[in-house]
């Protein structure tokens, strides 16, 4: 279990602990959605490239899914209290309406789709249902929905724009005191097509977006991301999910499919979660060092030409300066100063040892 403050605060309590501990495992097992999805396009773009690449570690701890799965239970609970003042509502889970676009690699569900609003009867809306706690409640009721929150907003633009339906319903849930904030929103064509046009870049670059972020201090991403969310956002390290997503091979179909260039094959989720050992990290993911392609011998891989000008391969073959993609995981947290350690690579090729963990350099 993670160190959560208010966990921590109460350790003597095993129940939790043991809630803490099952509700995190289950949360690991989970597979990473496969599509872009609307509701985070509005993000920081940077974010959102390495979210679609699987980056970032799944390491939300017990009370904060439990934050995550209340707020699902608190959807149906506001959907229902829709209903009993009128409100036709279609599309409810598990018959939620799902739009997607580019090749089927980006999309996302409505909560629902109303009509009998009252004040606009006759029109159709897209409904959507938040939850925050009592200070976000207070910011949202201060500033109003799209200020409040630019990704909830490009959700909603993104829904309109796909259903074609002109006006949304947000109602926004405190969790401290049982209020509701309601909203009407208005479908804004230009910036929906912006944001169509964002996804297409996060999908088709494989080069790493420039940070909205002013620096490392900033609050959204110094206060709410983990360490290890952190040092890999700003390139201190690589993802530990080595995965077919980072790797250059990866190719997104047209057809809602992926692929790999190196094997020539269409992957399903699972292998691509998986990944194989013949990954080879994106070049971009390599920070600060020059990424050469090789070809060998019939096999394509990565000659990796570091600052000082040492060079080594990644690739998974037997030889004193091939590494695979796992290996320059650890190594490339020292900056890469193990390369210069001639016993540690005579070792490792005398024994056929592989490099698992290094200390990060301070």
Same mark, same amino acid.
């Not at 309590?13 to 099952?22: E, R, S």
């Not at 201060?142 to 006006?167: F, I, N």
């Given at each position: ?8 605060? !109460? @350790?003597?309590n095993?129940?939790?602990?043991? %809630? ?24 920081d ?24 799965e ?15 003042? #009128? %409100? ?14 580019? #090749?089927?690699?980006?999309g ?9 609003v ?13 939850? @925050? ?21 490009? &959700?909603? +633009? ?31 064509k230009?910036? @929906?097509?912006?944001l ?6 996060? $999908?088709?670059?494989? +080069? %790493?977006?420039?940070?909205?972020y ?15 969310? +952190? ?5 201190d390290?690589?993802?530990?999910n ?11 179909? %047209?057809?809602? !499919? ?5 094997h +020539? ?22 920070? &600060? ?12 891989? !990565? ?21 695979s ?5 650890h $190594? ?5 100063v ?5 016993d ?15 200390e990060?350099?301070?």
């Amino acid at each position: 279990m993670k160190n959560d403050p208010l966990t921590k605060a !109460t @350790a003597a309590n095993k129940v939790t602990i043991a %809630i803490d501990d099952a509700i995190e495992k289950q949360n690991r097992e989970q597979k990473p959605r496969g599509h872009l999805g609307m509701s985070s396009i509005g993000n920081d773009k940077r974010a959102v490239w390495h979210e679609y690449r699987w980056s970032f570690p799944n390491d939300f701890t017990g009370r904060v899914l439990r934050i995550f799965e209340l707020g699902h239970i608190l959807e149906e609970v506001v959907l229902d209290y829709l209903e009993k003042i #009128g %409100i036709e509502v279609h599309g409810r889970q598990p018959d939620q309406i799902n739009y997607s676009d580019h #090749g089927g690699h980006f999309g996302g569900s409505l909560d629902g789709a109303g009509i009998g609003v009252p004040g606009a009867p006759k029109t159709w809306h897209v409904i959507e249902i938040k939850t @925050a706690n009592d200070s976000r409640f207070k910011s949202l009721k201060k500033d109003g929905y799209k200020k409040w929150s630019p990704t909830y907003y490009a &959700q909603l +633009q993104l829904y309109m724009h796909y259903s074609s339906m002109k006006r949304a319903l947000v109602c926004v849930y405190n969790k401290n005191t049982s209020e509701i904030h309601t909203e009407r929103l208005e479908y804004k064509k230009l910036e @929906a097509l912006g944001l169509i046009q964002k996804a297409k870049e996060v $999908l088709d670059s494989e +080069q %790493i977006p420039v940070s909205t972020y002013t620096d490392r201090s900033w609050y959204e991403i110094a206060n709410y991301k983990s360490d290890e969310y +952190q040092a890999i956002y700003w390139g201190d390290e690589l993802p530990a999910n080595v995965n077919c997503r980072n790797c250059r091979f990866h190719m997104t179909d %047209i057809d809602a !499919t992926h692929g790999c260039s190196f094997h +020539q094959k269409t992957l399903n989720t699972e292998e691509q979660f998986a990944g194989c050992e013949d990954h080879n990290w994106l070049h971009a993911l390599i920070r &600060q060092h020059e990424m050469v392609d090789r070809i060998t011998d019939n096999q394509f891989n !990565t000659l990796i030409r570091i600052k000082d000008g040492s060079e080594f391969v990644n690739s998974p073959d037997d030889g004193k300066l091939h590494f695979s993609s796992d290996e320059i995981r650890h $190594l490339y947290k020292t900056d890469f100063v193990a390369l210069k350690d001639e016993d540690l690579l005579a070792a490792r090729k005398e024994f056929g040892a592989r490099i698992t963990d290094m200390e990060k350099v301070k």
